[in-house]
């Protein structure tokens, strides 16, 4: 008897939403979308449009049309080639009825339940739900595929952490478990988002309230604290922030390591080159011995790609580091893959 495909349902079709769903067509995850809740503000061919023509990936190559609803609550259908997906338009997590669709998890795309209020979900029929962002309730685990889904162990509401999240940690847990570290930083060279305004404005951060296009935005990040949520062996050891740059995708993390010994340009790269095709991180860790720059990475979907290039030495026991990553599409499969692990 074949194994059934996962339903999940996903809450949130903006850019990660667009995305995740990208994602499950385009890598022929053993996934199906079994309905997408929207804000409702819109017709279902608004969202169609929005999901066939991309800016940083380019249009769909499928056949993307619309069909009437079928069902009480919904807006419309979205159809992707042969794929039927039902769209909702439902506010209220609560009140999305998950359960008619078969549903077994729902990711949580919106960027507005970040906490507990995730799990109103269940009361519609889904069993489980993953965050797609670091979650604001420290109680909420955050599970970071190749570092500590092993510790999974039955919860009902997970958080997948941050795209950086999932691009350093696995970075913070080798150097350390290979070689030792006593001190490390992170500085993240992100692409700007859409909680940074397009031209100048007004926002609790007066940095990111400037003109997101033509500006270097130095910021802050939770990447680092969600990587010790994960990795609790960094605390009190790692620390970090961000600076927002004028590109539209493609994100490059740059690590500095105190090392507890000597080693080599040589011997880090070796690590990363292991863990490359190790069963605990092939397809999240890569590495790359070109010459790169962030356009290259678009569409990549490891969780961080080591330009080993980039990788120096100073005095023996300090290590640089620098990781790409696309902070879409690569968080976008882990959050799908995050989902699968938790409903096998």
Same mark, same amino acid.
């Given at each position: ?17 667009? /995305? ?10 053993? %996934? ?7 804000? #409702? ?23 993307? !049309? ?14 992707? &080639? ?7 338009? !439902? ?12 549903? #077994?998890?729902?990711? !949580? ?10 799990? $109103?979900? $269940? ?23 190749? /570092? ?68 270097? %935005? ?8 969600? /990587? ?18 004028? %590109? ?28 490359? /095709? ?20 678009? &569409? ?45």
């Amino acid at each position: 008897m074949q194994n059934k495909k996962l339903k999940v349902g996903i809450n949130g079709f903006g850019r990660i939403g667009t /995305v995740v769903l990208r994602a499950i067509l385009m890598e022929k995850y053993d %996934v199906e979308v079994a309905a997408i809740n929207t804000k #409702g503000d819109l017709s279902a061919e608004s969202y169609a449009n929005q999901f066939k023509y991309d800016s940083v990936y380019g249009r769909v190559p499928m056949k993307v !049309e619309t069909s009437d609803p079928q069902k009480g609550g919904e807006i419309g259908r979205l159809v992707v &080639g042969d794929v039927v997906i039902p769209l909702l338009g !439902e506010s209220d997590p609560g009140k999305i009825k998950w359960g008619d669709y078969g549903v #077994g998890v729902v990711l !949580e795309c919106t960027g507005a339940f970040t906490d507990s209020k995730a799990l $109103l979900h $269940l009361n519609g029929g889904a069993k489980k739900v993953v965050i797609s962002a670091p979650a604001k309730d420290p109680k909420i685990p955050v599970f970071i595929l190749g /570092v500590n889904e092993n510790r999974y162990k039955g919860e009902k509401l997970v958080s997948n952490g941050s795209c950086t999240t999932n691009c350093v940690a696995p970075i913070v847990k080798l150097i350390d478990e290979k070689i030792g570290f006593q001190e490390g930083s992170l500085t993240t060279i992100h692409a700007y988002t859409t909680n940074q305004n397009i031209v100048d404005g007004s926002g609790k951060d007066p940095r990111r309230a400037r003109a997101a296009a033509i500006n270097i %935005v130095p910021t802050a990040t939770g990447a680092a604290e969600a /990587v010790i949520a994960a990795y609790p062996e960094a605390k009190g050891r790692f620390a970090g922030t961000a600076i927002r740059v004028p %590109v539209i995708c493609g994100s490059y993390s740059d690590l500095t390591f105190k090392m507890v010994r000597k080693t080599t340009i040589e011997e880090v790269n070796s690590i990363f080159e292991d863990a490359s /095709v190790s069963p605990e991180m092939v397809g999240k860790v890569k590495v790359t011995y070109e010459p790169l720059v962030s356009s290259d990475i678009i &569409g990549n979907n490891a969780s961080c790609v080591i330009d080993t290039r980039m990788t120096n030495v100073v005095a023996d026991d300090m290590v640089c580091i620098g990781a790409w990553y696309d902070n879409e599409y690569g968080y976008s499969c882990r959050l799908i893959e995050m989902a699968m692990y938790i409903c096998k």
